[in-house]
């Protein structure tokens, strides 16, 4: 007979329940979408009550056809950074959780820079000043909440980045904790001492009563009340979304990368034991803290993957489904290459411009449909390059990228980023990285899975791409990429790539 883990992957856009048994197959998903709340420009929020009752209800939903009892623990994976302040007593939030993408505190990041402030915190969180991490959106409750800030000092209020939130909930107020994965995401945390920081908790003038405790990403994180699955599940993982891909990937050896393409794409290294100091303005962050070890890991994102895909097919027409861009694309040859450089909302890593704006580049006559497809699919690989490329200047060797989320089915895609990357492109059989790795972590607590090199050996291929393209070519089509790019920075950006 079976035995399962629960796995919580609590998106942006909506939660999700999965299972999976005791070879890492998956057996059951259920997946319910939530509402996105934009209150004003800039701004996104979430109601952290619902983020909660949706997850609630899919676990509920995947576990209705299974024997609750072989069920051996739940692992909770996590939209980072975003950031909700309750009241222990109640579980109330006393505001809207603020999301990772909300802007809303851009000046007072500003501000921190301009007040010196970039080199102290990217020495201690490894992450450059931005409205992204939690620190911000914290100081911001406690001053814009009628008496947050004194209720916070008195100890009646807990932060938790939504790894926190669901565990409360779950636990009924039983624990406070967070792992070292989330943590590192908030700007509050040393990534070298692995302690909440005295002094960052200063420049962002949040009280440390607030905060949860931080464990290990496989842990004991406490029990889920018995009347929520008519249960006693231990929870036993938490671990924020990008870092669970990369455990789901099972790249737990230094020099292995992964890269999810969805909407946008996130490419993260493992660098090991040691804490490399990106010289490209990539992120260091936690990969997962196991057994009281620190892996650490390198981190660049690009806004706009597979969201250039969806422009080319809701905004400009020219297809009807994203699939159809994998034929579009064989098509096309590499003679007269058409560039799209997606800037649409500026450019992430290693660039980061936010002035930037998108263009078009090399159109002729016989620029068709076909070929403005391409360049987006194209754009995708060119900007993992950048960020390959980034990583490599840090001192990473690189020999294979593994690849997941909704974009990877296409082989073209695939194929291409072997081909421009000059590495090999491994796509594996289980897509759901993700939910993956938080249930590998969870399995590893309970004794499900001996080790990670046990976890390693589940890892099974769909489809290796080899570089096929001469690198010539390859890379003339690169450096085609680069000058474009050069062509959209806004002025003033400095190259930094
Ligand atoms: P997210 O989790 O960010 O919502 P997914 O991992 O579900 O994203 O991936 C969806 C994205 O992948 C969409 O932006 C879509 O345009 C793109 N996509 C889906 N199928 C294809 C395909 N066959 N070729 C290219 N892009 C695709």
Same mark, same amino acid.
């Given at each position: ?46 109601? %952290? ?6 997850? =609630? ?38 505001? #809207? ?29 490894? =992450?450059?000043?931005? #409205? ?24 009646? =209020? ?14 009924? +107020? ?8 989330? %943590? ?19 420049? &962002?003038?949040? *009280? ?12 004991? &994180? +406490? ?10 599940? *231990? ?8 870092? $669970?891909?990369?455990?789901?990937q099972a790249c737990f050896a230094p020099g292995m990368v992964k890269s999810t393409y969805g909407t946008g794409c996130f490419m993260v290294l493992n660098t090991g034991a040691q804490l490399i100091r990106s010289q490209s303005r990539l992120l260091s962050t936690v990969a997962y803290r196991v057994n009281g070890q620190v892996t650490y890991a390198l981190e660049g994102s690009i806004f706009v993957a597979g969201a250039a895909i969806q422009w080319l097919r809701d905004g400009l027409q020219l297809i009807g489904h994203a699939r159809e861009s994998e034929q579009l694309a064989e098509q096309v040859g590499y003679e007269n290459p058409v560039y799209l450089v997606p800037a649409f909302t500026g450019l992430g890593a290693p660039y980061w411009d936010p002035n930037a704006r998108g263009a078009l580049f090399g159109l002729t006559r016989d620029t068709g449909i076909a070929e403005i497809v391409t360049a987006g699919l194209q754009a995708v690989c060119y900007q993992t390059r950048d960020l390959l490329s980034a ?7 690189? $020999? ?27 796509? *594996? ?62 002025? +003033? ?5």
């Amino acid at each position: 007979m079976s035995q399962y883990i629960l796995s919580i992957d609590q998106g942006t856009t909506s939660s999700r329940a999965l299972l999976f048994d005791e070879r890492g197959q998956h057996v059951a998903t259920a997946q319910q979408e939530f509402k996105q709340y934009f209150p004003e420009d800039g701004w996104v929020e979430h109601d %952290a009550n619902e983020i909660w009752l949706t997850t =609630l209800n899919v676990c509920r939903e995947v576990l209705q056809d299974y024997d609750t009892s072989l069920v051996k623990a739940i692992g909770i994976t996590n939209q980072r950074e975003t950031t909700v302040i309750w009241d222990r007593k109640t579980g109330e939030p006393i505001h #809207p959780a603020i999301v990772w993408q909300d802007r809303r505190t851009a000046a007072f990041c500003e501000e921190l820079k301009v007040q010196g402030f970039e080199e102290t915190i990217n020495k201690k969180t490894g =992450l450059l000043i931005d #409205p992204y991490f939690s620190a911000s959106k914290i100081r911001w409750i406690l001053n814009e909440v009628e008496g947050a800030r004194e209720r916070a000092e008195a100890g009646e =209020l807990a932060f938790g980045t939504v790894d926190s939130y669901l565990l409360w909930r779950l636990t009924e +107020g039983k624990s406070h904790f967070t792992d070292a994965t989330n %943590a590192s995401r908030t700007s509050l945390f040393n990534i070298e001492t692995q302690q909440w920081d005295e002094e960052l908790l200063k420049i &962002f003038d949040i *009280p440390s009563a607030l905060l949860p405790e931080v464990k290990d990403s496989s842990d004991d &994180f +406490g029990e889920c009340a018995a009347h929520w699955f008519e249960a006693v599940l *231990p929870i036993c993982s938490m671990i924020g979304d990008q870092q $669970s891909a990369l455990v789901g990937q099972a790249c737990f050896a230094p020099g292995m990368v992964k890269s999810t393409y969805g909407t946008g794409c996130f490419m993260v290294l493992n660098t090991g034991a040691q804490l490399i100091r990106s010289q490209s303005r990539l992120l260091s962050t936690v990969a997962y803290r196991v057994n009281g070890q620190v892996t650490y890991a390198l981190e660049g994102s690009i806004f706009v993957a597979g969201a250039a895909i969806q422009w080319l097919r809701d905004g400009l027409q020219l297809i009807g489904h994203a699939r159809e861009s994998e034929q579009l694309a064989e098509q096309v040859g590499y003679e007269n290459p058409v560039y799209l450089v997606p800037a649409f909302t500026g450019l992430g890593a290693p660039y980061w411009d936010p002035n930037a704006r998108g263009a078009l580049f090399g159109l002729t006559r016989d620029t068709g449909i076909a070929e403005i497809v391409t360049a987006g699919l194209q754009a995708v690989c060119y900007q993992t390059r950048d960020l390959l490329s980034a990583m490599e200047r840090d001192g990473a060797e690189v $020999s294979a990228l593994y690849v997941d989320g909704g974009m990877v089915v296409n082989d073209w895609v695939t194929q291409f980023l072997a081909d421009v990357l000059n590495v090999n492109v491994e796509r *594996p059989a289980i897509v759901e990285t993700t939910a993956l790795g938080a249930a590998y972590l969870a399995g590893l607590r309970v004794g499900m899975f001996a080790s990670l090199e046990e976890i390693r050996k589940l890892w099974a291929l769909d489809n290796r791409f080899v570089p096929a393209l001469d690198r010539h070519t390859a890379d003339q089509l690169y450096s085609g990429w680069l000058e474009a790019v050069e062509r959209v920075k806004s002025q +003033g950006s400095s190259a930094t790539g």
